[in-house]
C-alpha cells in the first residue's frame, strides 16, 4: 500500500478526520447556523484532505475496502498497452487492455474524492487510445481530455459527485473496434459512509469478442468488424478469456462467506443475463446504483456498458456456476466462471442441500455454428462518376470519418489527412491497396510521420471505387476517378502498399 499524504498545512484538520462532517464547523471552516435536518451537504464543501495513489487490481480481486472518512485526491495511473493473449486454448488475440489485462484494472475511490488521472499509452502501442469513465459529471466522461498517441500520457481530473459502480472504456474511433478489443473496466466510487464489510469481494466482467475464425479456430485471431457489426460474437466470456474463472481459476470461497461480485459488462454489443447456478442473490444494486436493493433475485440483467453489485451468502458447499443465461453464450461461447465454496458444517451443508454434484456437464461445449448462405443482391454499379461520387460520399460517412474526420483533415499524430494529402494524390495504386489491403508502418503525409495502423475494411471493388473518387473529388484533391477495374487489379497484387509516403 503506497500512501502519500499532505496535510495542506492545516494540522487541526487531522483532528476532524473521522467526526462528521457537520462539525467542519467547529473548525470555523464553514459558518452556517441552519438547524434544517433534511439540510443536504454538498460535498464539495466538504475539505479535500491529503492525496494518495490508488491501488489499482487485475480481476477478479478488487482493492481494499474504502475506511477513510474524508475527501481525499487521488492519483490513478493506468497505462494501455496492446498485448497478445490467450481467447481461449490454442486461441490468442491481441487484446487492447487498461493496464495489461481484460478487463481493464479495477479502481476505488469514495464520494467526493476529486480523482487526477494518469492515462499513459504505451510507446508500443499502434493506437492512439482514450477513456470515457461513466463516473465522470463532464462532458465526453473523459474522452476528449485524455486522447493519447503511443508513447505519451494525458492529465486531467474529475471529483466522483456519485457514489455507484461505473463502467469506463475507451471511446477513439472506430469505438466499436476499441472496446471489442477489450478496453473495458470498472471504477468503484463507494458512497460516502462506506459499504457494509463482507467476506469476499469479486471483479467479474463480460465481453463479447469477434474473430475473423469461428469459435476455437486455432492461432492468432484477426478482429472481425463485419461481424461485430453483425453482433455476432464468436465468443462471449467472463474477465476476458474462456476459463478465467473455471478450473484451477475458480473463485474461492468458504461455506458462511458474504459474498459481493461488482459485475460489469463492456459489450461492445451484448446484454448480460447474468446467474450464478445454485444461488439467489441476496441484494442486486442493480445497474450499479446504491439504491435499496432487490432482494431474493434469480438473474440480473447486466446492459452493455452498465453493471450491478450481486451479494449472497454461501450456504453450502460445492461449485456454483456463473453464466449469462443466454444460454449458447455460457456453453458454445465461453461465459461460463465457477465460485467454490469449501468448508462448513458437514451436517448442515447436508440440510441445505443433500444430492449429487457434479460440475462436468457444465464444461463448454464449443461452437458448432452452422453457416448459413445467403445470397446478397447487389446494386447496379454507378454509371456515371456522379453517381461514384454521390455513393461514396455515403460510404466515406459511414467508414472512414470515425478517423480521418467529416472534413478529411485527420487527427493530428493520429489519423493522417486526406484533404491536400500528397500520399493520396502521389498515387491512386497506394491509395487503393490502403483501402483494400489496410496500412501499417510508417507513411509520411504532407511532411508529417504515421506510425499506426488503418484496418483493412472490406470494402468491395464497387465500394472502394466510389469512395476514392469522392475522396479525390474533395477538400483540394486532384479528381481522380477509380474505377472498379483498377481497384480489383490492386486487390489481386495482395501485397500492402511499400512502407513510406514519399
Ligand atoms: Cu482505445
Known amino acids: 500500500m503506497k500512501h502519500t499524504k499532505k496535510l495542506l498545512g492545516i494540522a487541526l484538520l487531522t483532528a476532524t478526520a473521522l467526526i462528521p462532517v457537520s462539525c467542519e464547523d467547529a473548525v470555523g471552516q464553514k459558518k452556517s447556523e441552519e438547524k434544517t435536518p433534511a439540510k443536504e451537504v454538498n460535498i464539495l464543501d466538504e475539505p ?32 494501455v498497452t496492446e498485448v497478445v493473449k490467450k481467447m ?23 464520494e467526493g474524492d476529486l480523482v487526477e488521472f494518469h492515462l499513459a499509452n504505451h510507446p508500443d502501442s499502434k493506437m492512439p487510445h482514450n477513456i470515457d469513465l461513466h463516473a465522470v459529471t463532464g462532458p465526453g466522461g473523459g474522452a476528449a481530455a485524455s486522447f493519447t498517441t503511443p508513447g505519451h500520457e494525458s492529465v486531467f481530473s474529475f471529483t466522483a459527485l456519485n457514489p455507484g459502480i ?56 484477426p478482429f472481425s468488424m463485419e461481424k461485430a457489426i453483425r453482433e455476432d460474437a ?8 474462456v476459463g478465467a474463472l473455471t478450473g484451477d481459476n475458480a473463485l474461492q470461497a468458504e461455506v458462511g462467506d458474504k ?18 447456478i445454485g444461488e439467489i442473490f441476496d441484494n442486486v444494486f442493480t445497474e450499479g446504483g446504491w439504491g435499496s436493493p432487490n432482494k431474493h433475485v434469480q438473474t440480473t440483467l447486466v446492459p452493455a456498458g452498465g453493471s450491478a453489485v450481486c451479494e449472497f451468502t454461501l450456504d453450502t458447499e460445492g461449485t456454483f456456476i456463473l453464466v449469462d443465461h443466454s444460454i449458447f453464450r455460457a456453453f458454445n461461447k465461453g461465459a461460463i466462471g465457477m465460485i467454490k465454496a469449501t468448508g462448513g458444517d458437514a451436517e448442515q451443508n447436508k440440510i441445505v442441500y443433500s444430492g449429487k454434484t457434479d460440475d462436468r456437464i457444465y464444461q463448454p461445449e464449443g461452437g458448432a455454428i452452422q453457416e448459413i448462405a445467403q445470397d446478397s443482391s447487389k446494386p447496379a454499379p454507378a454509371a456515371t462518376k456522379e453517381e461514384r461520387i454521390a455513393r461514396g460520399k455515403t460510404k466515406y460517412v459511414a ?12 487527427i493530428p499524430a493520429a489519423f493522417p489527412p486526406l484533404a491536400k494529402s500528397d500520399y493520396l494524390n502521389g498515387s491512386k495504386e497506394k491509395s487503393i491497396s490502403a483501402v483494400v489491403h489496410g496500412l501499417s508502418g510508417e507513411v509520411t503525409v504532407n511532411g508529417e510521420k504515421y506510425n499506426s495502423i488503418m484496418p483493412s475494411l472490406g470494402l468491395n471493388d464497387e465500394d472502394v471505387a466510389n469512395v476514392l473518387t469522392y475522396v479525390y473529388s474533395m477538400w483540394g484533391n486532384n479528381g481522380s476517378e477509380v474505377t472498379p477495374d483498377e481497384v480489383k487489379k490492386v486487390r489481386a497484387m495482395d501485397v500492402k502498399a511499400p512502407d513510406g509516403g514519399h
Open 48 to 79: 479535500i484532505k491529503g492525496e494518495e495513489i490508488a491501488i489499482l487490481t487485475d480481476a477478479p480481486k478488487v482493492p481494499p475496502q474504502i475506511t477513510r472518512r474524508h475527501r481525499t485526491k487521488v492519483i490513478v495511473n493506468m497505462e
Open 259 to 276: 459474498v459481493r461480485l461488482f459485475v460489469g459488462n463492456g459489450g461492445p454489443n451484448l446484454v448480460s443475463s447474468f446467474h450464478v
Open 399 to 410: 467508414v472512414c470519418s470515425a478517423c480521418h474526420q467529416a472534413n478529411g483533415a485527420g
Open 166 to 221: 461505473y463502467v469506463y472504456h475507451c471511446a477513439t474511433a472506430p469505438v466499436g473496434m476499441h472496446i471489442a478489443n477489450g478496453m473495458y473496466g470498472l471504477i468503484l466510487v463507494e458512497p460516502k459512509e462506506g459499504l457494509p464489510k463482507v467476506d469476499k469481494e469479486f471483479y467479474v466482467m463480460q465481453g463479447d469478442f469477434y474473430t475473423k475464425g469461428k469459435y476455437g479456430e486455432a492461432g492468432l485471431q
Open 88 to 110: 481461449a486454448d490454442g486461441v490468442d488475440y491481441t487484446f487492447w487492455t487498461f493496464g495489461g489485462s481484460v478487463p481493464g484494472k479495477f479502481i476505488r475511490v469514495r
Open 234 to 241: 464468436d465468443y462471449v466470456v467472463f474477465n476476458g478469456s
